[in-house]
Structure formats: structure tokens, C-alpha cells
């Protein structure tokens, strides 16, 4: 490594199915022209691509081959290199880390630990590092909520002795995506992602979100594992992660893609016309093994979210995954209620009918072919979930020990009234 930041071209490894170790699968360059324009370029090793096992890293865009791929979207990130990267949360302890120090994207994929999601790696040199042994235990849960607090209330990090330690603590679990706060840690069961409550949030976020997981499952659909914590007199979430499996050896790891990925689309606002749930279950049949299946719990998350006011259910909250070679979609995870204003009129964050976004039963079932459902089986998968988050959203969260006054506080979330209005 010459300068700590600013490489303009890095190395990526991949930890193949059933293998716990990374193998260097290509290398990935980024070039700022003239004109201002980024350009990325990646190309596969020739000796990775002499294995009988290599897999590709996205299977629509960097299919295997000699092929150098090239991309202007993303600042000339792949997006199955950026899927890797940490979001918001992760970029801000990273830059805190970093001083003054400009950061461009590949800094944010370098600098970042080792416990990003899916099975890929980045680094300067050619050859693989070992993978890491060591992880936060749920013991340091404490510590880590402390700086996440620091962190949110832009402190600095505390300094001194101790603060490579600290360093090194927060920064193990930023890879992960996302804007909230969070780590990853271990215990005897493998790998968790702790998401931390903020001082700020209106309710108990950790509660509510496994109490709205637990309620998910109770519809039907397949999502992560999660439970709550207790550190001092605050509440953690922990979801289990469904990228890795812990083995004699090591963790195996899943290959993961998001659905802004999957729909090729980006995060701005000139990219949303390809946020939708109908392209999604397009894109699913042109990859996973077994679409039809697939298609129809896409489905049932979609209306899922319409029905629970879900509308942050945004591309990055999807996601693709591939233990072996197949790919198939993702337990779901990240589902909180949201109560707007509105009662007549909630918009999902992706197009789900003819109507665009609108969270509407009727605008749910108007493409529902599209998801290999027949109208009639469509329309009593929305019926019966509705009467499970009807009949069953308080009792659930109760029993999760989400307080009386938070339910209060989300209970307009539920089968809002505009989601059967006369249209
Ligand atoms: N159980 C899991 N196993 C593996 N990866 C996961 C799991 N849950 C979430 N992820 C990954 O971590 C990212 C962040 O998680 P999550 O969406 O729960 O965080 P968040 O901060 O609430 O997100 P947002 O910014 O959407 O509010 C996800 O986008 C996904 O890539
Ligand atoms: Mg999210």
C-alpha cells in the first residue's frame, strides 16, 4: 500500500460455495477521466477463471469470461462491488476514522472490515489476507452502544490509549449497509447484526422491528432471524445473518446482490422509474432457481409492506442471495411500520400495480400474473394477510413486549384505511 487512501485500483476476493477461505477472482480499476467522467473497470484472473468452481460475482452483469466490463453508473462502481460497501452508517464511523482525509469509493470498500455482506473482499495485494478469527462478542454490545451513541451525537471518538482498541471495535460491523446503527457480533449461535435504538427514535425501533418479523412470519414469509437484547436500559435488535454459516473452520459465505443491483437502477431520483416490484419478479426469473417461488413471496412482502405501511421498502432492502450456485431471494429483513399523515394514500417505495406505488389492494392485484399468481389466488393471499395483521399486529407486539404507548404510537400503521378506500 503506498497512501493509506486514495487507491485507485484494488483486488477483489471471493470465498467460494462451501469454502471458508478467499480466493482473488479479478481486479477492479477505477480511472477519473478527463471530462470528470469515473470509469470502472473489472476483469476476471486468468486463473480464477481456470477453476472448475469459479462462480460469477453478479450473474447478469460480470457473467464469467475474459470480458473487461466497464461501467459510467454507481461513480464506476459495480453494483455488486457497491453492495459490498457500507451505506451511510458504516461511511460515517469510517470517516470519522479517517480525519480529514478525502475518501473516494474505493477507500469506503477498503477501509471497511471484513464482515461486509455476501462472500467478496477487497484488498492491494494479489494475494488473499486470512480470513478474520476474531469478532465483537455480544458482550461488548455495551461498548459498541456507547460509541454508536458518540457517533450519532457527531462526539468525537474518545481518544488516548485505548483508542486503537476502540477503533478497531467499532469498526468491525460497518461494513454492513444501511443508515442505522449497528454491529456485528458473535455468539455461540454465529453471526448477528445488532441494530442499535437511537435516543431520538419515536418508538422502540429494536422491538417493533422484530415484532414486525415475527408477524411476517405468521403471513408466511420467510425472513431472518431476530431477537431482542437487553444492554443496561436499552433495547438491541439482533438479526441473525443469512450470508454466513459458521463451520468447524470458519464461515461460509452466501454471495449477495441487492434489488437496486438486480433492477440496475441507482439510489437518485432520475433512477426510480426502474424501482419497482413487477421488474423484480421479471429479474428473478432471469437468475434464481426456482422463480415462480420466489415470485410469489416477493409478492406476499409486497403486500406485506402495503399493509403495515412499510414505505421504506426501498431496492437495498431486497436482496438476492447464493449459498451453492443457485440464487434465490433473500429472507426478508427490515420491516418497520411507518404512520404518515395520510389515510387515504400510502405510496411503497417501489411501483407495485397499474396504479405506480400506490399501496392499494386493488393496485397490488393488478399485475399480480406477473408474479405467476392466478387474480382469484392473488386476492385471497391479500384477504388473508390482511385479517393476520388485522387481528393479530398487537397481540404480536404486546407479547414482544413493544409498550402500550408505542403500540399507540404505530397502530395507525396497520391495514391503513386508503388500503381498500372506493376507488
Ligand atoms: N440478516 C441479514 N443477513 C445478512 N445481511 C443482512 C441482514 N439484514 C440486513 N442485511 C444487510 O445489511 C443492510 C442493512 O441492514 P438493514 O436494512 O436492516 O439496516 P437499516 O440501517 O435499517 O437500513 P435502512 O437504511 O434501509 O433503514 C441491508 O441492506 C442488507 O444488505
Ligand atoms: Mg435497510
Not at 114 to 119: I, K, P, S, T, V
Not at 200 to 204: A, F
Given at each position: 500500500m503506498t497512501s493509506k487512501f486514495g487507491a485507485k485500483e484494488c483486488y477483489v476476493y471471493i470465498t467460494l460455495p462451501g469454502a471458508t477461505t478467499f480466493v482473488t477472482a479479478g481486479r477492479f480499476v477505477l480511472d477519473i477521466q478527463r471530462s470528470g467522467v469515473t470509469v470502472g473497470r473489472f476483469v476476471y484472473g486468468k486463473s480464477y477463471l481456470g477453476r472448475a468452481d469459479a462462480v460469477p460475482i453478479d450473474p447478469v452483469e460480470l457473467k464469467l469470461g475474459t470480458t473487461t466490463y466497464r461501467t459510467t453508473a454507481l461513480k464506476g462502481v459495480f453494483g455488486a462491488l457497491r453492495d459490498a460497501a457500507p451505506d451511510y452508517w458504516g461511511r460515517r464511523v469510517i470517516e470519522k476514522h479517517a480525519g480529514k482525509a478525502r475518501l473516494g469509493e474505493l477507500d469506503y470498500l477498503l477501509f471497511a472490515?471484513?464482515?461486509?455482506?455476501?462472500?467478496l473482499g477487497f484488498g492491494l495485494n494479489q494475494e488473499p489476507p486470512a480470513p478474520r478469527r476474531q469478532f465483537n462478542k455480544t458482550l461488548d454490545l455495551e461498548t459498541l452502544q456507547k460509541l454508536a451513541d458518540a457517533i450519532i451525537a457527531d462526539e468525537d471518538m474518545p481518544s488516548g490509549a485505548d483508542a486503537d482498541q476502540v477503533e478497531d471495535l467499532m469498526l468491525i460491523g460497518t461494513s454492513m449497509g444501511g443508515a442505522r446503527p449497528k454491529a456485528v457480533v458473535e455468539d455461540e449461535g454465529g453471526l448477528w447484526i445488532a441494530k442499535f435504538n437511537r435516543p431520538?427514535?419515536?418508538?422502540?425501533y429494536a422491538r417493533v422491528e422484530h415484532a414486525m418479523l415475527v408477524l411476517a412470519r405468521a403471513c408466511g414469509i420467510e425472513t431472518a432471524e431476530s431477537k431482542i437484547t437487553t444492554i443496561g436500559d436499552r433495547d438491541a435488535l439482533l438479526v441473525k445473518r443469512f450470508d454466513r454459516e459458521r463451520t468447524e473452520y470458519g464461515y461460509r459465505r452466501a454471495r449477495m446482490i441487492s434489488g437496486l443491483t438486480l433492477l440496475r437502477t441507482e439510489d437518485t431520483h432520475q433512477h426510480r422509474?426502474?424501482?419497482s416490484y413487477l421488474l423484480m419478479a421479471e429479474e428473478l426469473r432471469r437468475i434464481c432457481a426456482h422463480p415462480q417461488q420466489d415470485a410469489i413471496e416477493l409478492f406476499r412482502r409486497m403486500c406485506f409492506n402495503a399493509l403495515i405501511s412499510n414505505i421504506d421498502d426501498h431496492p437495498r432492502n431486497h436482496a438476492v442471495i447464493a449459498r451453492e450456485s443457485d440464487w434465490k431471494l433473500s429472507p426478508a429483513y427490515d420491516l418497520t411500520p411507518t404512520t404518515p399523515v395520510s389515510i387515504e394514500r400510502r405510496d411503497l417505495a417501489l411501483q407495485c400495480g397499474d396504479l405506480g406505488r400506490y399501496a392499494h389492494a386493488d393496485n397490488l392485484l393488478s399485475q399480480s400474473e406477473r408474479f405467476y399468481f392466478r387474480n382469484e389466488e392473488a386476492r385471497a393471499t391479500i384477504t388473508s394477510m390482511e385479517q393476520c395483521i388485522k387481528g393479530t399486529w398487537y397481540e404480536t407486539a404486546r407479547r414482544g413486549r413493544v409498550s402500550e404507548r408505542d403500540c399507540d404510537r404505530i397502530a395507525s400503521a396497520f391495514v391503513y384505511p386508503g388500503f381498500r378506500l372506493q376507488l
Open positions: 472490515p471484513d464482515d461486509r455482506a455476501g462472500a431520538d427514535d419515536p418508538w422502540n422509474e426502474r424501482w
